[in-house]
C-alpha cells in the first residue's frame, strides 16, 4: 500500500494518529499501519516480514515503520497507538529481551524528529484496520519474481445490486430482494 501525499500546511499544530499492529503466526509475519490525518483521512499500508520473529518484534517493526512514514512526511506532532509494546515505549514496562532493546533504541533516535509524541494503549478491538492488514500481510504468500501493486480500498454504502435498479419493480407486495434471501 501507499501513503498520500499531503500539503504542509494542513498539518501544522494538529497531531496526526498512527495505529500500528504486527501478526505472527503459524503462516508467516506481517505489520499494518495507518497514518491518520487530523481531518480524518486513513493512509494504510502493510508489509510482509520475511524473516522469523515473535509477536513483540512484528509490533516493533510495524510501529518502526509508521514513525518512519511520518517523519518522511514531515509530521511533527505525532499520537501512536498500539498494544503489546507500548507499554515498553512509555517506559512503564522494562524490556529484557537483547532483541526488543534494540527495537526500542530506534524508536527513541526516531522520536526525536518530532515536535511532541505521545504512546498510547489502543486495545485490539478498537484497533482493526492496523490488525487486519498485519494478518493479510502475514497469510499471503508472496511470489517474489511478482511486484506487489498498492491496494486501494473503498466503502460502499449499497449493494451492487441497488445501484443498477432504475426503478422499483412491484410484484407481490415483497420487497425486490424477497427472492434472493
Given at each position: 500500500m501507499y501513503i498520500a501525499a499531503t500539503e504542509n500546511d494542513s498539518q501544522e499544530n494538529h497531531p496526526w494518529k498512527l495505529n500500528f499492529d504486527g501478526a505472527s503466526n503459524a503462516v508467516g509475519n506481517g505489520i499494518g499501519a495507518v497514518l491518520v490525518f487530523p481531518n480524518g483521512d486513513h493512509y494504510p499500508f502493510t508489509s510482509k516480514l520475511?524473516?522469523?520473529?515473535?509477536?513483540?518484534?512484528?509490533?516493533?517493526?510495524?510501529c518502526i515503520i509508521g514513525i518512519r512514514a511520518a517523519v518522511k512526511r514531515k509530521i511533527k506532532v505525532l499520537e501512536v497507538y498500539g498494544a503489546l509494546v507500548i507499554y515498553q515505549l512509555k517506559g512503564e514496562w522494562e524490556t529484557r529481551d537483547p532483541k526488543l532493546i534494540n527495537y526500542g533504541k530506534i524508536?527513541?533516535?526516531?522520536?526525536?524528529?518530532?515536535?511532541?509524541?505521545?504512546?498510547?494503549?489502543l486495545p485490539q478491538d478498537e484497533n482493526q484496520m492496523a490488525d487486519a492488514l498485519a494478518t493479510l500481510a502475514s497469510m499471503i504468500k508472496v511470489n517474489k519474481q511478482e511486484d506487489m501493486k498498492p491496494i486501494h480500498m473503498s466503502v460502499y454504502e449499497a449493494s451492487a445490486h441497488c445501484c443498477n435498479i432504475d426503478e422499483e419493480e412491484e410484484q407481490d407486495d415483497h420487497p425486490w430482494y424477497h427472492d434472493i434471501l
Open positions: 520475511d524473516f522469523d520473529c515473535t509477536n513483540n518484534m512484528a509490533e516493533y517493526e510495524a524508536v527513541l533516535e526516531l522520536m526525536e524528529e518530532f515536535d511532541d509524541i505521545t504512546f498510547c494503549y
